[in-house]
């Protein structure tokens, strides 16, 4: 345990000081440029990806300007209400078994560390209640309610804290039962949790602690992996690993598969590499940092893991370059229109790597009898208010499916959270 904090500190460290770039000379960007475009089979069909540095990779940072009157744009037959606002970075939306919602009040730089929660008691869609239900925590993401456990993923360690249904308070204790390395690549500090049905297991998502390795990849033992543990945090695996930043999770309603959305690699140009959004397969690798979309070599790693390389998996659907996909929800309401019935709604928080903004939207997934049967569309919209002078209103991260039917969509920039309803 020594080894590993010192590790994790030094990690942490590297963090703050900033990562180096991934040194590739002239010569070897000329030479993956000249190999040309690669077409790769998806879930949706084949997906035609540029050649590695086919365009400069370009840093185009956005700024925020106030929503004043203005609200996201969501399809004809949906209307967007503001659930509520004055919240102080909330990254993540967690809805408990008895309705309770909570939110994640954390940052990259700045983090207020709380957690928020809101009661709707009379389920008219409004809530009566707003109370700081925990505080004092350390970049808290993912939560989770099991049985008698109140359970915290901060950036360091998931935390089990005693619980009774109807608290408002977060009270006694955490015992920290898993240690997870801190610090992170620009927002991959976030540790997401996910139970399977019956509650026997936790997943928990840990980011790269890089872009690509660059710090060298004794830096990145439990990261870009999504692990399995037991609700008392023993008996741990990696459930799969070479998923570069797997933030947002979810099950597949038809067929009970575990999904992720993940944000990609950065500094290869504009089109790569796509983010994504997959199912999940036990024991399964998915390339990161040697590969991307299948055994295509990531040029700035070239070499240094071919059997790595060969087994890695194409991802189900591709969601855009840059794109920043950070949230996924299946759609299991029964308001909406039949065409959005299990399928998967994606937050995008937006690019920051590419010469045009993508992403700062919210997308749908279509799916039919368990599987993705077409491209991706926009759903909710209206974030970017000058695309010219990259100035945005917001930037969506998380997507909750709440109990009455609607969207819950998390807006950490703009401190809100936005709620999409179909007109009735």
Known sequence: ??????????????????????????????????????T??????????????????????????DWENNIPKAPAGFTVTKFAGDLDNPRNTYIAPNGDIFVAESGTVHSADRITLFRDKDKDGTFETRVVFAEK????????????????????GLYQYPYKEGDLK?????KKIVELPAGGYNNHWTRNLIANADGSK????????????ENGMEYEVRRADILEVNPDGTGEIIYAAGIRNPVGMDWNPVNKELWTAVNERDELGDGLVPDYVT??????????????????????????????????????VSVGAHTA?????????????????????????????????????VLFVPFKDGKPSGQPEDFL?????????????GRPVDVTVMNDGSLLVNDDAGNTLWKVTPNK
């Open 170 to 174: 977060l009270t006694g204790t955490g």
């Open 202 to 213: 936790i997943y928990i998502s840990v980011g790269s602690g890089s872009n690509v390795g």
């Open 381 to 393: 919209t209206g974030f970017i208010a000058d695309e010219e002078k990259a100035k945005v209103y």
């Open 325 to 361: 996909s950070l949230g996924i929800a299946f759609y299991t309401g029964n308001t909406f229109p039949d065409k959005y019935k299990n399928g998967a709604f994606v937050g995008q928080h937006g690019s920051w790597n590419r010469s045009v903004l993508s992403g700062y939207k």
């Open 40 to 65: 790769v089979q998806t879930a949706i069909g084949p997906l035609e990806l540029p050649a590695p540095f086919a365009t400069e990779s370009v840093t185009k940072n956005s700024k925020m300007v």
């Open 137 to 156: 925590l350390k970049q808290p993401y993912g939560m989770l309610v099991l049985k008698n456990s109140f359970y915290v993923a901060n950036t360091d």
């Open 279 to 316: 199912s999940v397969k036990k024991g399964a690798f998915y390339g990161w940092p040697y590969a991307y979309f299948g055994p295509i070599e990531d040029p700035r790693m070239k070499g240094k893991a071919p059997e790595l390389v060969a087994k890695t998996i194409v991802p189900d």
């Open 1 to 38: 345990m020594k080894n590993t904090a010192t590790i994790l500190a030094l990690t942490g460290l590297i963090m703050i000081i900033g990562c180096k770039k991934q040194q590739v000379s002239k010569e070897e960007k000329q030479e993956a440029k000249a190999e040309g475009s690669t």
